[in-house]
């Protein structure tokens, strides 16, 4: 993966609420969630995840606002410092995590800016992505490090401590590089479904029959991996305002590490890791082998018309 050193970021596409004071952390819940993350209920305000670290494992799945105290997503962000790190003058910039997930963030939300509206005919609606540390306040709730990165439907944003990129390496094996921005086009998946309906007609099909209510999450996982894969293929046409290209080249090693960050992830492998055995039942996100299948799949077609994981079995 080669990043283009001369790009232009936009900065309208993140906002740095790392120097803001976000509150009391994950409220109500005494110090974690269990496996399987409990589904259904609540108001639209669900936090989508790609999995939960520091000992809480979530799997990265959606849940209820009850699970979550207050908060109303009010915290003041502040961008001149990453703006200065970030900017052309300073050769060193894509070696800050900060400045690499901004460019991803730029990546990904060009590729839909473009596609959504030839693919499914419906306009992209951007979303920004908030840096975070600590704990959060979001639409949805508060929110903690722990949770690792999510996406609001309440408030449309992405949230990322960027901390949780050592946890997936250090707990979880997925260190390459391209784990990064599979975790960003992920998340801005789910921000796809939105803009479609699809999270809430999930939603709905949860509260008309809950006894399927992990199988319809699943679905909904998959098919962000398949979005991710999409970009993927299509990262290298992406462009900044000057129509400079944001990635000068992704290979088949970046896409081999895109693939071992979702087997790492996948139900089953998370759950042999922490409790030593596999329960199919509790399984929210699909297991490795569904994850990189669908991930494949839109990497390989580069067409997200491809991704429809609700029809026909998984």
């Not at 105290?69 to 915290?75: E, F, M, P, R, V």
């Not at 949805?140 to 490090?145: L, V, Y």
């Not at 722990?146 to 094996?173: K, M, Q, W």
Request: proline share 3%; with cysteine.
């Amino acid at each position: 993966m080669q990043l283009n050193e001369n790009a232009d970021l936009d900065t309208g596409q993140v906002e740095d609420l790392r120097g803001s004071t976000s509150g009391s952390g994950l409220g109500g819940t005494g110090g974690g969630f269990p496996i399987p993350i409990p589904m259904g209920g609540g108001k639209i305000g669900m936090i989508i995840t790609v999995i939960v670290v520091l000992g809480m494992i979530l799997l990265g799945g959606t849940f209820g606002s009850g699970l979550l105290g207050g908060g109303d997503g009010s915290q003041q962000a502040d961008n001149s410092a990453i703006e200065q790190r970030c900017a052309k003058t300073n050769q060193n910039r894509f070696q800050d995590p900060s400045c690499r997930n901004w460019l991803y963030v730029q990546s990904v939300q060009t590729y839909w800016a473009t596609t959504l509206p030839q693919v499914f005919r419906v306009q992209y609606q951007s979303a920004t992505t908030r840096f975070f540390s600590g704990s959060v306040s979001t639409g949805c709730g508060q929110a903690d490090s722990g949770v690792g990165p999510f996406y609001c439907p309440a408030d449309r944003h992405v949230y990322i401590d960027l901390t949780f990129y050592d946890e997936l390496s250090n707990r979880f094996g997925a260190s390459g590089e391209f784990a990064a921005p599979y975790v960003v086009a992920h998340e801005y998946g789910h921000h796809v479904q939105t803009l479609l309906g699809t999270e809430t007609k999930m939603r709905e099909a949860q509260q008309r029959d809950p006894s399927n209510a992990n199988r319809y999450s699943v679905m909904l996982e998959l098919q962000a991996d398949c979005y991710a894969g999409a970009w993927a293929h299509g990262a290298t046409t992406t462009k900044d305002r000057d129509g400079d290209t944001l990635f000068t080249s992704i290979t088949d090693a970046d896409v081999q590490e895109a693939v071992e960050t979702a087997e790492a992830i996948g139900d089953d492998a998370i759950q042999k890791k922490t409790t030593g055995r596999v329960n199919q039942d509790q399984f929210t996100h699909g297991s490795s082998a569904q994850r990189k299948e669908w991930f494949l799949r839109g990497q390989k077609s580069g067409d997200p018309s491809q991704c429809d994981t609700f029809s026909g079995a998984v």
